[in-house]
């Protein structure tokens, strides 16, 4: 549902990291830059956590039950 927005979220900060510096000495230099920009989605989505998911969930399984089974 929201994969579409979230890869596009992350590619475009990985434009941005690799934008503002176009030459790095070396590929584990580039790759570093990468994995502290990753760092940094996740330290913003743990903050922004869904507000009452367990409700929100037990709604949704109800909805779409033949879905959510495991």
Do not use: C
Request: hydrophobic letters at 40%.
């Amino acid at each position: 549902m929201y994969t579409t927005n979230i890869i596009e979220i992350i590619n475009s900060a990985f434009r941005r990291v690799t934008d503002k510096k176009r030459i790095f000495p070396s590929d584990e230099a580039l790759i570093k830059n990468l994995y502290l920009a990753i760092e940094g989605f996740e330290k913003k989505w743990e903050r922004s956590k869904i507000k009452n998911w367990s409700i929100i969930y037990g709604q949704l399984s109800e909805i779409f039950k033949e879905r959510l089974e495991v």
